[in-house]
Antibody, heavy 121, light 111 residues
């Protein structure tokens, strides 16, 4: 069974940094397309970033230059380093496995339970 | 402001059929990118409901079906049940944004 377990969320001041973790089991993180998706209170999901099995990374414009996605193959763990945090980054952050024939057909078929990030201004 | 527009809410009595629309543009659904649907029960993570426009993952009841045409897609729930009360989101890819995009979400209420 595939399981994704996020951690690392918390309360941080505007301008601060936070590192999120996603412990993966049941699959090999280096063989999958893994993404971070966030959901602000009362809003719909917003895709944040993806790392492809080959290591290529992509980001939403809203986080480009501030957030960095990475993985540790030996720990089978996905990370999201978040710098220069803003109030609008407040959300539940989910890690998810991304699948599909081509990248523009991708969907998220397995999700973690999420970790909450609150940025105070 | 979501690039995929959904009605904020739909409702129906148990056993009825409801549909949820997802309207995009020529840079996403109209560009022939696939549409996927998610169900989010209160306090839980989104769950994949439909992928590649019409396909149900294993375990999803056949009461859920979907279609796509032009710049829009729709999700139908037939034989509405109390446990279908949830938020539903469509998702596609937008070539102008170079990003995966989600719909604004629709709350389904079972009367």
């Amino acid at each position: 069974e595939v399981q994704l377990v996020e951690s690392g969320g918390g309360l941080v001041q505007s301008g601060g940094s936070l590192r999120l973790f996603c412990a993966v089991s049941g699959i090999t993180v280096s063989s999958e397309f893994m993404s971070w998706v966030r959901q602000a209170p009362g809003k719909g999901p917003e895709w944040v970033s993806v790392i492809y099995s080959g290591g290529t990374t992509y980001y939403a414009d809203s986080v480009k230059g501030r957030f960095s996605i990475s993985r540790d193959n030996s720990k089978n763990t996905l990370y999201l380093q978040m710098n220069s945090l803003r109030a609008e980054d407040t959300a539940v952050y989910y890690c998810a496995r991304q699948r599909g024939q081509y990248y523009y057909y991708h969907y998220m078929d397995v999700w973690g339970k999420g970790t909450t990030v609150t940025v105070s201004s | 402001q979501s690039v995929l527009t959904q009605p904020p809410s739909v409702s129906g009595a148990p056993g009825q059929r409801v549909t949820i629309s997802c309207t995009g543009s020529s840079s996403n659904i109209g560009a022939a990118y696939d549409v996927h649907w998610y169900q989010q029960l209160p306090g839980t993570a989104p769950k994949l409901l439909i992928f590649d426009n019409i396909n149900r993952p294993s375990g999803v009841p056949d009461r859920f079906s979907a279609s796509k045409s032009g710049t829009s897609a729709s999700l139908a729930i037939t034989g509405l049940q109390a446990e279908d009360e949830a938020d539903y989101y469509c998702q596609s890819y937008d070539t102008s944004l170079s990003a995966y995009v989600f719909g604004s979400g629709t709350k389904v209420t079972v009367l």
